[in-house]
Antibody, heavy 121, light 106 residues
Framework: QVQLQESGPGLLKPSETLSLTCTVS????????WSWVRQSPGKRQEWIGY???????NYNPSLKSRVTISVDRSKNQFSLKLTSVTAADTALYYC???????????????WGRGTLVTVSS | DIQMTQSPSSLSASVGDRVTITCRAS??????LNWYQHKPGKAPRVLIY???NLQSGVPPRFSGSGSGTDFTLTITSLQPEDFATYYC????????FGQGTKVDIK
């Protein structure tokens, strides 16, 4: 069965760049859309953005100026970069797959377990 | 952004109880409303997509209803494995989530 695994540094200093990778195992990254979601302590989940396996992207406007999501089909991975992090970016970061039924309305049909990223000086 | 408000924020229930969780959107989301279950340390999983469509593999005791701004997730007979936190999410415009409803044991 398809599984998602997030990886990357767990501790960053303010102003650094957060870099996370999601490895897709048990299936292909094609032809799906893939997404990142985060949840800061005590807050609700926040959608960060998504990418199609072809490379087209869409970002949450609140984060768009700092976010880049990319895909590496040869490694069956997609990645998140978030620049100029602050303590407010401390969160559990999840990678997800997007389901897109023909009737419309997307949803997150597969999730990783999440990886905690802490921003602290 | 569309604000999603769930109620209640938490509830205590017993095995076999019927549980209802509501989700209200600050403006219409049509039927682009999904429900997720999350247990600590595990990956969240989708239960319902498109307001009322049961995800493959999810037990039929879970059901969803509603359209526009008001939605409901119902668990007809609560099982021990259902104690978890439930979230709604809209994908009508910039995706947003509800604050979650924690279901624990009475």
């Amino acid at each position: 069965q398809v599984q998602l695994q997030e990886s990357g540094p767990g501790l960053l200093k303010p102003s650094e760049t957060l870099s996370l990778t999601c490895t897709v195992s048990g299936g292909s990254i094609s032809p799906y859309y893939w997404s990142w979601v985060r949840q800061s302590p005590g807050k609700r989940q926040e959608w960060i953005g998504y990418i199609h396996f072809s490379g087209s992207t869409n970002y949450n406007p609140s984060l768009k100026s700092r976010v880049t999501i990319s895909v590496d089909r040869s490694k069956n991975q997609f990645s998140l970069k978030l620049t100029s992090v602050t303590a407010a970016d401390t969160a559990l970061y999840y990678c997800t797959r997007i389901g897109a039924p023909p009737t419309g309305g997307w949803y997150l049909d597969l999730w990783g377990r999440g990886t905690l990223v802490t921003v602290s000086s | 952004d569309i604000q999603m408000t769930q109620s209640p924020s938490s509830l205590s229930a017993s095995v076999g109880d019927r549980v209802t969780i509501t989700c209200r959107a600050s403006q219409t989301v049509s039927n682009f409303l999904n429900w997720y279950q999350h247990k600590p340390g595990k990956a969240p999983r989708v239960l319902i997509y498109g307001a009322s469509n049961l995800q493959s593999g999810v037990p039929p005791r879970f059901s969803g209803s509603g359209s526009g701004t008001d939605f409901t997730l119902t668990i007809t007979s609560l099982q021990p494995e259902d104690f978890a936190t439930y979230y709604c999410q809209q994908t009508y415009s910039t995706w947003t989530f509800g604050q979650g409803t924690k279901v624990d044991i009475k």
